[in-house]
C-alpha cells in the first residue's frame, strides 16, 4: 500500500541552525500539507502546498519557514534559523481526496 | 474557527466495546476522520467518512454521524491490547484546501 514517508525520523538541532524536514507524498497525490505536534499538545496546521506553490497557511507559518517541491516525488519543509519552542513532531500528508500522514520527524531543538 | 472536542481518556477491559466520542463545530466538514497514533509513532488513517453518511463500518470499526448535533463517534468492537493508543477525531471541509483540524486526542487504555 502506498505511504507517505519522511526522511529524518529524528532531527535534534541547535537553536539558531537551519533545518530542512523531508516528505514523500504519495506518488498519485497533488495536495501537499505539514504539520506539527508539540508535546502533549494538539496537531497543527502549517501550511498546504498545491500546483507549485502555498495554497494556506496558518499563523504559526511565519517567514523563518518555506516550503519547497525541488522535484516530482520530494516535499520539504525548511526552519531557517530554529527556536526552542520549534521542537515538536512534524507531520507530513499528502491526498487527492482523503488525508494520509507519515510516520513524523521529531525536531528537537536544543 | 473549526473546533474539535474529544474526552481526553477511555478505559476499557479487553473483548469489550469501545466508543469514543468527539464534537466538532464547523458545519461544513466534509470529511470526519478517525486516525490513530501509537506512542513514538505517526498518524494512521483508521477510516473517515463523508458528511453526507451517517454511519461506516469497516471490520471491528463503526463510524457514526450525527451532523444535526456535529457528533461524530467510532466503536471499536471486542477491543484488543494492540488497540491501545492515542485516537484523534478530525475534520476538513469542502472550502480552501481541506487543512485538518485535530481534536486533542482520546487516549484508550486496553485492560487485559
Known amino acids: 500500500e502506498p505511504e507517505v514517508t519522511q526522511t529524518p525520523s529524528h532531527q535534534v538541532t541547535q537553536m539558531g541552525q537551519e533545518v530542512i524536514l523531508r516528505c514523500v507524498p504519495i506518488?498519485?497525490?497533488?495536495?501537499f500539507y505539514w504539520y506539527r505536534q508539540i508535546l502533549g499538545q494538539k496537531v497543527e496546521f502549517l501550511v498546504s502546498?498545491?500546483?507549485?506553490?502555498?495554497?494556506?497557511k496558518s499563523e504559526i507559518f511565519d517567514d523563518q519557514f518555506s516550503v519547497e517541491r525541488p522535484d516530482g516525488s520530494n516535499f520539504t519543509l525548511k526552519i531557517r534559523s530554529t527556536k526552542l519552542e520549534d521542537s515538536a513532531m512534524y507531520f507530513c500528508?499528502?491526498?487527492?481526496?482523503?488525508?494520509?500522514f507519515g510516520p513524523g520527524t521529531r525536531l528537537t531543538v536544543t | 474557527g473549526e473546533d474539535v472536542e474529544q474526552s481526553l481518556f477511555l478505559s476499557v477491559r479487553e473483548g469489550d466495546s469501545s466508543v469514543i466520542n468527539c464534537t466538532y463545530t464547523?458545519?461544513?466538514?466534509?470529511?470526519l476522520y478517525w486516525y490513530k497514533q501509537e506512542p513514538g509513532a505517526g498518524l494512521q488513517l483508521l477510516t473517515y467518512?463523508?458528511?453526507?453518511?451517517d454511519m461506516k463500518q469497516d471490520q471491528r470499526l463503526t463510524v457514526l454521524l450525527n451532523k444535526k448535533d456535529k457528533h461524530l463517534s467510532l466503536r471499536i468492537a471486542d477491543t484488543q491490547t494492540g488497540d491501545s493508543a492515542i485516537y484523534f477525531c478530525?475534520?476538513?471541509?469542502?472550502?480552501?484546501?481541506?487543512?485538518?483540524?485535530f481534536g486533542t486526542g482520546t487516549k484508550l487504555q486496553v485492560i487485559p
Open positions: 464547523d458545519s461544513s466538514s466534509t470529511y
Open positions: 467518512i463523508f458528511s453526507n453518511m
Open positions: 478530525a475534520e476538513s471541509n469542502s472550502g480552501g484546501y481541506q487543512k485538518v483540524t
Open positions: 502546498f498545491y500546483n507549485n506553490e502555498i495554497s494556506e
Open positions: 506518488s498519485n497525490h497533488l495536495y
Open positions: 500528508a499528502s491526498r487527492v481526496s482523503e488525508q494520509y
